[in-house]
């Protein structure tokens, strides 16, 4: 596991921008492959990485198990007493993930929007003026 976290911030830190790749999955630089005639895809190293990760069972684009991983690494430091402190923030397609995570739960009427809240790690507040959009 180790191993594989440092290729990840090696390959992230190596990699500003997107890298490109032939039909064949081969990476090549933009001017090799424009000089040679070769058609290639843009790819974000960073969804690489993540696929990487998750084969792994480390699912860093999921909110609430990036929350429980943070809060089990503090109590094992000591740092945490059960709730971390630290804010968090939420890119646009986790919050787009959350907010379809809560219809489905709306629409089954399983639970109100602070038992959401509270069991992804949000505040109600920030959930509502998530929800007002």
């Not at 191993?3 to 090799?32: C, W």
């Not at 909110?63 to 059960?82: A, C, P, Y």
């Not at 890119?91 to 929007?113: R, T």
């Amino acid at each position: 596991m180790r191993e594989l976290i440092k290729e990840a911030i090696a390959d992230l830190k190596k990699n500003e921008g997107f890298i490109y790749v032939t039909s064949e999955g081969k990476r090549i630089d933009l001017h090799e492959a424009a000089t040679r005639g070769i058609p290639v895809t843009p790819v974000n190293p960073k969804d690489d990485v993540i696929k990487k990760l998750e084969s792994a069972g480390l699912y860093v684009t999921d909110g609430r198990f990036m929350n429980d991983f943070n809060e089990l690494i503090g109590l094992i430091n000591g740092s945490s007493t059960g709730k971390t402190s630290k804010r968090r923030t939420f890119s646009d397609a986790e919050k787009s993930k959350i907010l379809e995570e809560w219809k489905k739960v709306e629409a089954a009427g399983k639970k109100s929007k602070a038992a959401f809240s509270r069991e992804i790690g949000v505040g109600y507040q920030t959930f509502i003026n998530w929800l007002r959009g």
